[in-house]
């Protein structure tokens, strides 16, 4: 029997492609924009939350690690990670920055008051257009950049134990 | 015979004649909104999601176009900070382009397969 | 109790399938082909096993008895009885209870059809038919048994996804089961067509009336699902190369490819190992089509509850098929005899399904590069509408110019012999084109260029029609309203595409907007309790000053109780030139309100256009001349 050249590669094309999809089935397909990481955190300029002056760049610290957090009042998960944005916030290497995230004044107020305030800076993004700029989709988000505001590693969803682990290693490994 | 060619040479002169911009009557913002994806939807474009995130990328889109950037620049800014993922129209590099090129290798293929068997019977 | 007996029947169904394969092997063992009573009679329980398991299920859905988890999970007792039929076939479990069905159903005619005439044939048929619907018997009752119990009994149902709710929805599951699931017959026809060595044109005659069928019914499906798009979703478009659209699409460009090609087979009983090989993917893609979407492998944010184990499966039975077939395939080769003419229908045909492939290919590697990259390279992305746009839009010109002539050509040998009507319609359509672009907008080239095939399309099949009923020729209406109809589609989809004017803007209660000559008003907002939802209706006149009609439109955001949902329905004010649609969304923490506003033209047309097309192949079922 004559094998054609065009039937070897038809065969080979359906075997690749079976595979290709059995590989694809084992592999998680939730969606992260992970994309920043290893880059420069954009210019911005955001609102803090207790008054109507700007955060900008230029006011992160070159010497510290910084915690970017997103959060609302609104939303169930920031709760949930609330305790561990509270033990982080003993450590000395790191600053805390929390970007309440299209969220009423009042409200965002409230949630710190019961909970505790973790963060050394609350900026407020009442549009959700300036959280735009850390590749962010929705709440909770966290970022973790360097002193020299490197993007190190990005969080989506509450942070747990593990996260809190791995933040440690990383502002104490230098 | 004559009076029909110089009057189907007029319709052909009329009809290239034409502007080559599509969809004038959407505006460029919808245009953007149309080709980029909702990521927290199912399969919606920002153009038709009600979600918070789509009107949130509305709003950066629509700020962007008034602060002068182009549409590139706009599909640029978004993938940097979402990924390639938030485009619906792939761009055409490296790993894309057998996505682009596979079906016309397909229509080639075929048109010889067609060509091949019309030769085999003349001989 | 119910889930033991409708255990007890998919038993029943399982048993009785592997006795037909069994008493079927032995038949064809003994080479003496004969239909013993015993096939017919446990067809027979076969099929009053399968369809009573799913009666079974509808009743279970319509007392909504939540001891069963398909149930529970899928419809609530407020709902109306309507939806709880439709909830049967709207779930995972229920569906592949359908789709069994329907491949029990499509094989017991095909056997009652065709047992008389070629007793080889159709006992192959059957037992390959039997070995499909065994496989999936399988996978019901292991991997997706509706009738699973839940203990203990939950009082009341979680219900159906609101959005789901809708009679077109209800319909168009059913509709593109008989569709492609049906394309499973032809499969197992072709299989048994290279086993018992079946001349082409007996196995074109046979499989040719279920290849119609299945293609009516698909595009029905399709264009059901695109209605229901359209105004259910509140995007205003109908078609969004979704992956879930395109595992539809694909097995309907190999249907129309092999419609086309079995009449070739039919008439001069060439292509048979094309006719073939289409008739076995276009099962096979049905397949792929149904693992892609069921088995969560595509990438979404979301990551639903989906069973990697199911995937698995539907993905080893799928690699099976496709290699035992083509094995056989291979191994069987038939000679085909080829002797065709440069210009005779074969050749047309032959374009017609040289451009099917090409639309296969690229929906189906559109569809399947985002896994490909994201195994390869782990880089996610996405491949939407400007990519179909602008790979397949171009090619349509060829296309539709193929499809105007090919009708009129004749078998084995023909010639052109009168240019001066071709020359005719050509510059009418031109004619036509310009009058387009000078009254409405101008447009882009490659439009121009389709409108204008289109409108050859059209016109070339009118003239031949009325000529065809002057001489009173034989006149084939099936294609005439195919071919027709597709023209039109295309025809008005290009227009739509190009004329459509969309507006987003927020609102609040008592604003008037201007948009270029229309003027938008938000007279109130409403709320209504309804059967099972909360409405919230908004209060719209819509202005034109250059038209001079005043409008109104009430379009509804839904609030669903069971499971909590919001929807949110479109107002279209439709007529056959334009359609007025407006949907709005409520915008958190602010009394403004998102408005999408559009002027769509020819809605209605494209609809009509797309059911036209579709009859064809009912009309050619039914109306033998």
């Known amino acids: ?174 | 015979m004559l009076f029909m060619k110089t009057k189907f040479l007029i319709i052909i002169l009329l009809i290239f004649n034409i502007n080559l911009s599509a969809n004038e009557n959407i505006g460029i913002d919808t245009k953007i909104f149309k080709n980029l994806r909702c990521l927290v939807c199912q399969g919606q474009t920002i153009a038709e999601s009600n979600s918070d995130f789509a009107q949130t990328i509305k709003i950066v889109v629509r700020d962007k176009i008034s602060q002068g950037s182009n549409e590139k620049e706009i599909y640029e800014f978004l993938s940097e900070k979402y990924g390639e993922w938030i485009v619906y129209k792939p761009k055409f590099n490296y790993i894309n382009s057998l996505l682009w090129i596979s079906p016309y290798i397909v229509l080639i293929l075929g048109g010889y397969l067609i060509f091949k068997y019309f030769r085999k019977r003349r001989q | ?625």
């Open chain 3, 1 to 625: 109790m119910l889930s033991n007996t409708g255990n007890i029947l998919l038993i029943g169904s399982i048993v009785s399938t592997f006795l037909i394969i069994y008493f079927t092997y032995q038949s064809l063992k003994e080479r003496s082909f004969q239909i013993k009573k015993n096939i017919i009679y446990w067809s027979f329980l076969q099929i009053t096993f399968v369809i009573a398991s799913f009666l079974l299920l509808i009743f279970a859905f319509v007392f909504s008895d939540f001891s069963l988890l398909a149930v529970y999970q899928n419809s609530h007792t407020a709902k109306p009885l309507f939806y709880k039929i439709s909830g049967v076939w709207g779930n995972h479990e229920g569906s592949m209870l359908l789709w069994i069905n329907i491949m029990v159903l499509f094989s017991y005619l095909f056997f009652v059809f065709n047992n008389k005439t070629n007793s080889a044939f159709s006992l192959y048929t059957l037992v390959v038919q039997n070995i499909l619907i065994l496989g999936f018997l399988i996978f019901l009752i292991f991997d997706s048994n509706p009738f699973f119990k839940i203990l203990p009994t939950p009082i009341e149902g979680l219900g159906l996804n609101p959005i789901l709710q809708d009679p077109a929805l209800a319909i168009h599951p059913p509709l593109l089961y008989l569709g492609f699931v049906g394309s499973s017959i032809y499969f197992s026809a072709a299989v048994a067509a290279i086993l018992s060595n079946s001349n082409g044109k007996n196995f074109a005659l046979s499989i040719k009336k279920w290849v119609l069928i299945s293609w009516s019914f698909q595009s029905l499906g399709i264009i059901v699902g695109s209605i229901w798009a359209y105004y259910e979703l509140g995007w205003g478009g109908f078609w969004f190369w979704d992956p879930v659209e395109n595992a539809s699409l694909i097995p309907w460009f190999c249907m129309t490819a092999l419609a086309h090609s079995v009449l070739v087979l039919e008439k001069r009983n060439y292509l048979y190992n094309w006719v073939l090989i289409l008739s076995l993917i276009t099962f096979i893609s049905s397949v792929t089509g149904t693992f892609l979407v069921r088995s969560g492998i595509l990438n979404s944010v979301h990551t639903f509850a989906n069973d990697p184990s199911r995937g698995l499966y539907i993905l080893i039975f799928l690699s099976l098929m496709i290699f035992s077939s083509f094995i056989i395939f291979f191994k069987r080769r038939i000679n085909d005899q080829f002797n065709l003419n440069a210009i005779s229908k074969e050749t047309f045909i032959l374009g017609n399904n040289w451009f099917m492939m090409f639309y296969l290919a690229t929906v189906f590697v559109g569809t399947i590069y985002p896994i490909f990259t994201q195994v390869l390279y782990n880089t996610n992305i996405s491949v939407g509408p400007p990519f179909y746009n602008q790979v397949i839009a171009p090619i349509l010109i060829p296309f539709l110019i193929f499809m105007a002539v090919g009708p009129k050509i004749g078998w084995v040998k023909s010639k052109f012999i009168t240019y001066k009507p071709f020359f005719i319609i050509i510059v009418l359509s031109l004619l036509i084109n310009f009058l387009i672009s000078y009254f409405l907008k101008s447009y882009n080239l490659i439009s121009n260029l389709i409108v204008i095939s289109s409108l050859f399309l059209i016109l070339h099949s009118l003239k031949d029609f009325i000529t065809n009923v002057k001489s009173n020729s034989y006149l084939n209406l099936a294609s005439f309203f195919s071919h027709l109809g597709f023209g039109i589609l295309i025809l008005f989809i290009v227009l739509n595409h190009n004329f459509s004017e969309e507006f987003d803007l927020n609102i609040k209660v008592g604003q008037t907007k201007k948009i270029g000559n229309m003027e938008i008003k938000f007279n109130n907002l409403k709320i209504e309790n309804r059967e099972n939802y909360n409405a919230v209706i908004g209060d719209f006149n819509i202005q034109d000053f250059q038209r001079n009609y005043l409008k109104k439109l009430n379009p509804e955001i839904r609030v669903y109780e069971n499971p909590q949902t919001l929807t949110f329905e479109s107002a279209i004010n439709s007529n056959l030139k334009q359609d007025i649609y407006l949907t709005m969304s409520n915008i958190d923490g602010s009394d403004f309100y998102n408005i999408k506003f559009q002027v769509k033209p020819f809605m209605l047309w494209i609809w009509l256009a797309a059911f036209l097309t579709a009859s064809g192949g009912l009309v050619r079922v039914f109306l033998k001349k």
């Open chain 1, 1 to 174: 029997m004559k094998v054609s050249f065009l039937k070897i590669i038809s065969f080979c094309l359906v075997i690749f492609t079976i595979i290709v999809f059995f590989i694809a089935l084992n592999i998680d397909k939730r969606y992260s924009t992970e994309n920043i990481i290893g880059k420069k955190i954009d210019n911005f300029k955001i609102k803090f939350l207790s008054h109507d002056q700007n955060f900008e760049n230029k006011d992160l610290s070159n010497d510290k690690y910084h915690l970017i957090n997103i959060w609302a009042s609104w939303c169930l998960p920031c709760k949930k990670e609330h305790p561990i944005l509270m033990k982080l916030s003993n450590e000395d290497n790191l600053n805390l920055i929390g970007i309440n995230f299209k969220d009423k004044k009042k409200n965002a107020n409230n949630f710190l008051k019961d909970l505790g305030n973790p963060y050394n800076v609350i900026l407020s993004d009442t549009d959700g257009t300036s959280s735009i700029s850390f590749g962010v989709f929705g709440v909770p988000e966290t970022i973790l950049i360097n002193e020299k505001h490197i993007v190190i590693k990005k969080f989506i969803g509450p942070l747990d134990t593990n996260d809190y682990k791995n933040i440690l290693n990383v502002i104490y490994e230098n």
